[in-house]
Nanobody, 128 residues
C-alpha cells in the first residue's frame, strides 16, 4: 500500500522557520519525484517545490525561491521541506505527492495533475 505521511507542520511567527517531512512507503522511492504542494483556504492547490529522486534535480516555484529548500534522504525514504523567512501568506495545508514518471522524465514538475499519490497534508500557520 502506497503511503505518504507529512509531519512537522505547526504555528510559527512571521520570519520563523519550519521543516516538514514526507515519509514514503509502498513504492520504489528512488524511481519517483516527490513534490510539495499547498492549499490555502478558498484557494486552489499550488505547487511549491519538487525533487526527482532519480537524479536529484529540483524545481522551485517562484513562491519558494530563496526561502524554501527541498532535500531527499533515499535511505530513509523521506523528503524534507525546509521553510525559512515564513510569511503569513505561506499559511496553508502542505501536501507531499509522488510522481511515477520521474524515471523517464529526468526532471520534476509542480503541476498537480502529474502526481499519482498524495499524503493527507499538514497544517502550517504563520502568524503576523
Amino acid at each position: 500500500e502506497v503511503q505518504l505521511v507529512e509531519s512537522g507542520g505547526g504555528l510559527v511567527q512571521a520570519g520563523g522557520s519550519l521543516r516538514l517531512s514526507c515519509a514514503a512507503s509502498g513504492f520504489t522511492f528512488d524511481d519517483y519525484a516527490i513534490g510539495w504542494f499547498r492549499q490555502a483556504p478558498g484557494k486552489e492547490r499550488e505547487g511549491v517545490i519538487c525533487i526527482n529522486n532519480v537524479d536529484g534535480i529540483t524545481h522551485y516555484a517562484d513562491s519558494a525561491k530563496g526561502r524554501f529548500t527541498i532535500s531527499s534522504d533515499n535511505a530513509k525514504n523521506t523528503v524534507y521541506l525546509e521553510m525559512n523567512s515564513l510569511k503569513p501568506e505561506d499559511t496553508a495545508v502542505y501536501y507531499c505527492a509522488a510522481d511515477s514518471t520521474a524515471k523517464l522524465a529526468g526532471w520534476c514538475t509542480v503541476v498537480t495533475g502529474t502526481y499519482d499519490y498524495w499524503g493527507q497534508g499538514t497544517q502550517v500557520t504563520v502568524s503576523s
